[in-house]
């Protein structure tokens, strides 16, 4: 197989919301290829605190100075979705032996559906290897301070949606063990 001349890949993921372990990824992947989209799956299984819309528009205000990044959003098979967009490269980020795992099995999956896709893991920096999308919420839901974690305007939008509300967003933050 000949190496094309532009290389596309795709990132994809929830991004409820981007924090910057999802930042430092993209940023290095751009510089591996020469067009980077960041995909949001606009239909997940997941309870999500923020709408498609709004995972957008926080994606690309994190992301407006980085050239070769596009945003957009899909609802097919991430695979369907990056023929569809000439993406020769899906790219995932790896923190834990746990997210091995699924990515393993994820990769192999979508290689028998799309053998000319390659499937490419970059491993978390150090400083984000703690950093998912369900703990910046579970911080902000109880109050904790997230600045280190997520953009400034990622910060406020949390702040927003659990302003005031006690407790209530609870259906879509997965609580696991920071308010005991
Ligand atoms: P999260 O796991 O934070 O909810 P997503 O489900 O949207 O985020 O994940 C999209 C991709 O980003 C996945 O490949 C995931 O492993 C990767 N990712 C998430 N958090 C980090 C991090 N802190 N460092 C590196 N990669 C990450």
Redesign the pocket.
Same mark, same amino acid.
């Given at each position: 197989m000949s190496k094309p001349t532009q290389v596309r890949a795709i990132?994809?993921? &929830? %991004?409820?919301p /981007? !924090?910057?372990? !999802?930042i430092?990824?993209v940023a290095r992947a751009a510089r591996l290829f020469d067009h980077l989209t960041v995909a949001i799956?606009a239909r997940p299984l997941k309870n999500l605190l923020f709408t498609t819309e709004e995972r957008k528009a926080m994606l690309l205000e994190a992301l407006h100075d980085v050239p070769n990044v596009s945003v957009s959003t899909y609802r097919q098979l991430t695979v369907d979705y990056a023929r569809q967009i000439d993406a020769q490269v899906v /790219?995932?980020?790896?923190?834990v032996i746990s997210?091995f795992e699924?990515?393993f099995q994820m990769a192999l999956t979508n290689k028998k559906l799309a053998p000319e896709i390659e499937f490419i893991?970059?491993? &978390?920096?150090q400083e984000? +290897? %703690?950093?998912? +999308?369900? &703990? /910046?919420k579970e911080i902000a839901m109880l109050g904790g301070c997230v600045d280190t974690m997520v953009p400034s305007h990622v910060a406020a939008a949390m702040s927003t949606k659990f302003e005031g509300t006690a407790g209530s967003g609870e259906e879509s933050v997965r609580l696991v063990s920071l308010r005991d």
């Open positions: 990132y994809p993921g &929830t %991004f409820d /981007v !924090h910057n372990g !999802h430092d990824i799956y /790219v995932r980020g790896l923190r997210d699924l990515e893991c970059l491993m &978390t920096s984000y +290897a %703690f950093l998912s +999308a369900s &703990t /910046v």
